[in-house]
């Protein structure tokens, strides 16, 4: 490795001086040509271009990222990018080796690079990362062997910028806490309110929320859009792999996505149709994570956000929970929800899966009243409930409003409380979807994160 290592330092520079006369391609704002016998993957971030496998694990492999928003200058690119696609996808332990900048059609590169290893794999990883036109593109080269050094060579040296960048003046990131500009045209695509415990991590050109726990770091990605294809199913099957590209599902064949998995849709605090779809994967050597993609209609296309946590954790799992109630895509106007419809009936929260045991029931009106009812430890329907009701056998009853997706209630003695309301559908696998509703109270505590119990209707 050696030797390759030398040879791609020596040469990272010459895409900014060397011209090829093979066929090139463009991707976004970067010129290459796809090296003979490579294949050519689309992913929702960008492409990858990647060796066959040669049958011993031997593997070289390019991923060139859409260009993002970014006003930031271009050492301040180059280490956040490091931090993000090279330390968050392996592990490295050293300073990237840096070349001296360089500059092309007014693009500031400067390229870097590192040893790392990832499970039983051992290789080098070099970053190429270009800012101008107020925004920076980056290209992430990984290989494990020498074997394919010619060829990565020549890669490099066909890399050149398409476009020619204007001089923009740095100004400061001016992003609320609870939103950030990304995605094109520099537009805010999302509005976030923070979960508690968790905090906001909107860096120049990315955007996350991180939450630091004892079996390490977890964090939320919120990523640009693209188009859809009009089923939240099909753009999920590929954009799951595309997402967490390098991975596959434990102890199952990646086609095996969705019978293998946690699926929940619904609706966002917007109206918008979601599909969150999550799953156990694992790499060669690796441990098994459990990794979610949360997608969201939003017109044409789709916004999409992902996480991962340990098998057992909770942490992404919550903070997702409390998202959904209060996410919002700027630009898109709400849609009209009648939460009040879907409200009304019996909900019972329970400790198995089909209202058995049950340890909570409130029945709401369509005359926009409420009832707190007893508890029973048996599976039981409406009648029971009606029984109760016209008998005065209720715990307490109020009158309830909403306000967009917030909901009301009154106690007879005037007392209030808000809490933010949803309804989805969830299913295992290839089983039945079971309609469910969530409750969050509006005025939560800041420094802890509530475990959210879901209410079915019976």
């Known amino acids: 490795m050696k030797l390759i290592k030398n040879m791609l330092l020596f040469n990272l520079l010459l895409m900014v001086s060397y011209t090829c006369f093979a066929q090139k391609q463009a991707f976004d704002a970067v010129n ?43 050492s301040e690119n180059f280490t956040a990018s490091w931090e993000k696609l090279v330390k968050g996808t392996v592990s490295v332990s050293e300073e990237p080796t840096m070349q001296a900048p ?55 040296k066909t890399l050149n910028l398409n476009e020619t960048a204007a001089e923009k003046p740095v100004i400061e990131n001016t992003a609320s806490p609870t939103s950030y500009t990304t995605g094109s045209d520099s537009k805010n695509i999302y509005s976030i309110t923070v979960p508690p415990t968790w905090s906001l991590n909107a860096g120049q050109n990315s955007l996350t929320l991180e939450k630091t726990t004892n079996t390490g770091k977890r964090i939320i990605e919120f990523m640009s859009m693209v188009k859809s294809s009009g089923s939240l199913e099909n753009d999920m099957e590929h954009i799951f792999f595309e997402v967490f590209d390098g991975w596959s599902l434990y102890n199952s064949s990646n086609n095996q996505l969705f019978e293998k998995g946690d699926h929940e849709k619904g609706v966002t605090s917007q109206g918008l149709p979601y599909y969150m779809l999550s799953n156990s994967i694992t790499k060669p050597g690796g441990d098994v994570i459990k990794a979610t993609v949360l997608i969201i209609q939003v017109g044409a296309n789709v916004a999409i956000i992902n996480t991962a946590d340990k098998i057992l954790g909770s942490e992404s799992e919550m903070a997702l929970n409390f998202l959904l109630f209060t996410l919002k895509i700027n630009g898109v106007a709400d849609k009209n929800v009648d939460y009040k419809k879907q409200l009304t009936g019996t909900w019972a929260s329970s400790s198995g899966s089909y209202g058995n045991s049950l340890i909570a029931a409130t029945s709401y009106t369509a005359e ?40 009301e209630r009154k106690t007879s003695s005037g007392a209030g409380s808000k809490y933010f309301i949803r309804f989805y559908s969830k299913k295992y696998g290839n089983n039945e979807w079971r309609n469910l509703m969530n409750l969050y109270k509006g005025d939560y505590d800041q420094n802890k994160i509530e475990t959210v119990f879901p209410f079915q209707k019976i």
Do not use: C, H
């Open 368 to 407: 926009g009243k409420y009832y707190v009812l007893t508890q029973s430890s048996y599976t039981v329907g409406y009648d029971y409930y009606n029984d109760l009701i016209k008998s005065k056998q209720f715990k307490g009853e109020g009158v309830f409003t909403f306000k967009g997706n917030v909901l």
């Open 102 to 156: 360089a500059t092309e059609k007014g693009w500031s590169v400067i390229s870097g690079q590192a040893g790392y290893t990832d499970g039983s794999n051992k290789g080098w990883v070099t970053l190429i990362s270009a800012t101008g036109n107020g925004k920076m593109a980056n290209v992430v080269i990984m290989t494990n062997t020498d074997k394919y050094q010619n060829q990565l060579l020549d890669f490099i």
């Open 32 to 74: 290459y040509t796809l090296p003979s016998g490579w294949d050519k993957t689309e992913m929702a971030n960008g492409i990858q271009l990647s060796t066959k496998n040669d049958g011993k694990g031997n593997y070289a492999v390019a991923i060139i990222l859409r260009s993002v928003a970014s006003t930031a200058p271009a």
